[in-house]
Nanobody, 123 residues
Framework: QVQLGESGGGLVAAGGSLRLSCLAAELHFRFYFMGWFRQTPGKAREFVAAISRSGDDTMYADSVRGRFTISRDNGKNWMYLQMNSLKPEDTAVYYC????????????????WGQGTQVTVSS
């Protein structure tokens, strides 16, 4: 059974950095498009970043472009989100997701989801 597991969340001061990691178990990882999303209470899940199967192409939400970097290691089934210059509005639960067929920003297209990791940015 496919499992995605995020790690690396925590509490950080504004302006600081965190690196989130996502391990994909029981998944032919290199065949999947991968993405990061985030969610705050009472709001819909929000697209953050996505990466192509090879890692050669990436997409970012306008709110994080230039501050966040998505990457992947197909040899080890890991995906990462390097988050720099963090702001209080980045506070959310962050989820990784896998999509077999579509390179997309739409959460509804993703097939598998992790359990989420909390990121809290203090002002």
């Amino acid at each position: 059974q496919v499992q995605l597991g995020e790690s690396g969340g925590g509490l950080v001061a504004a302006g600081g950095s965190l690196r989130l990691s996502c391990l994909a178990a029981e998944l032919h990882f290199r065949f999947y498009f991968m993405g990061w999303f985030r969610q705050t209470p009472g709001k819909a899940r929000e697209f953050v970043a996505a990466i192509s199967r090879s890692g050669d192409d990436t997409m970012y939400a306008d709110s994080v472009r230039g501050r966040f970097t998505i990457s992947r290691d197909n040899g080890k089934n890991w995906m990462y989100l390097q988050m720099n210059s963090l702001k209080p509005e980045d506070t959310a639960v962050y989820y990784c997701a896998a999509d077999r067929w579509t390179y997309t920003t739409r959460a509804s297209e993703y097939d598998y989801w992790g359990q989420g990791t909390q990121v809290t940015v203090s002002s």
